[in-house]
């Protein structure tokens, strides 16, 4: 058995108070420099590449488009022997590598030493892949079509008291790889997982041997979904420069790609949501993150959901968040051309409702004002033709940008910025006791709130979990709720909080339950990370490397283990634990999975493993 150095500590002693302290993971936001791999090289692009590349008036300089497709070895060698030698001179070592792995999509090295051929822990033999509803799984984001993140007892395997038993069975490392940052898929005996390398593992659940690895174009945070296709199994997935795969999931060949969005800044951070052959795929952005450079054209791209076919992947519909396109504004004082409106990013799964036959999602802000009234709200697709059907926004004027704070204000940049309050968490869809129906998402200062979807998103009541200052502006201390999201069983719904700790709330009336405070030693930590469940008990990850179990019931801790380690790996990678920042646990057939690692948000500890638990 392959292990680490620090052992399982089960808790005895509960640490339960009213409120958590602030702290605020959020994009462009950090106390100390983020690690390489992370959206400070496109920053730095926007920063020191703009003035020529994507501009008109400068021959022979590529794209930022062509430059997303080139490899990080043929970026890196261009700023440190080639072409663009004299402008990289002005960039440290490290900051090329962010500036090549982020425009690529994936670190330098890691095409070769990632593939699975090269790995000594392949699998002696490929058993055929069983229909993914034969056997306990957790597929996809949420767990289910209404994104509850609820595991049922049958599926899980795992009983409350069982948790406090949990030890580490295995580990994988993630060779090259500097954030863990994509969500484990479990289904039919196997894990299907995405890296910020480019490539996309599938694993023995049981032993961790590898069955197959494929190279995509771009890092792949999303988790993976798994469906029948026909005479086969698909396993569906989008990447960092928004291309959406369909592999067979039996042996990791490349059924059909398709490419959602032809914006140089698109991406796909979160899954897709399959429901009746057809992908509902969330298209979010890095434009923001330091748009207010004044050689940055200011801002042009729109959030959006696309359906696509999932035998062909034909587009079937795209929606943006924002219906008018960008149009020209003014021009800086660089001369260079500013448009409006954009924004409103799509960072969560979509949400399906049969009974309504309706697609649900959260958005993000604005990235120029006046803030779309689409921006940090919950919006209604017809599931059928993309027609907007409702939309109920819970903060209004919200345009923010990176790098607009204090004297770094620019002319690119609103005259009020923030208070950055995208909704990233997916709606979570329940029936309540008394037969209504709610949808219920969480805001990043710390609201709780549910609306009616029968009653086109009409609102059920609304709650506040954390203590909010005065003011509205953006910063420490206002952004310290809800972030990825939450898990819901029949009573409550569950949130880890940015300020730290994990919060549960009624679900008929938004009545707060129980606030558990986890002892972080005095640190800042952020438990902003999704939350998962299983009856009796709740799973958060925090951004110091630790993972909690506590009592659905009144918030008693329960188990904790943490991952800010190395550990040794059935690969033979050398590989290290840290934050969970964002993607929770999943458990399914008796097992609990997580990636540790999630370095992309300041204040996390970066690292490269998937660790999976089983009861002793």
Known sequence: MLTRRRALVPLTAPLVIAFATSYSPVRGQSTSPPPAGTEIGFGLFQRRCMSCHGNPNVERAPSPAAIREMPPEKIYDALTSGVMKAQGETLSDAEKRMVALFMSGRPLGSIAQGDAKNMPNRCSASAPLRDPATRPAWNGWGVDSANTRFQSAGAAGITADQVPKLKLKWAFGYPTGVSAYGQPTVVSDRVFVGTDIGYVYSLDAASGCVYWSFQTKGSVRTAIVIQPSKSRVAAYFGDAHANVYALDAQNGELLWTKKVDDHFTARITAAPTFHKGRLYVPVSSSEEYAGSTLDYPCCTFRGSVVALDALSGGQIWKTYTIAEAPKPTKRNSKGVQLYAPAGASVWDSPTIDETRRA?????????????????????????????????????KNDAFLGGCSGTAKTENCPSENGPDLDIGNSPILKTLRDGRRALVAGTKDGDVFALDPDRKGALLWKTSVVEKPATRGFGPGRLNGIVWGGAADDRNVYYGLSGGGIAAVKLDNGERVWITKFDAGGARVSNAAAASAIPGVVFVGGTDGKLHAVSSGDGRPVWEFDADGEFETVNRVAAKGGAMGAPGPTVAGGMLFVGAGYGVLGGGHPGNVLLAFAPE
């Open 359 to 395: 697609v649900y999602f959260g958005t993000g802000d604005s990235e120029t004002e006046p803030a779309a009234n689409t921006s940090d709200a919950i919006m209604a697709l017809d599931m059928d033709s993309g027609k907007m059907l409702w939309v109920y926004q819970a903060q």
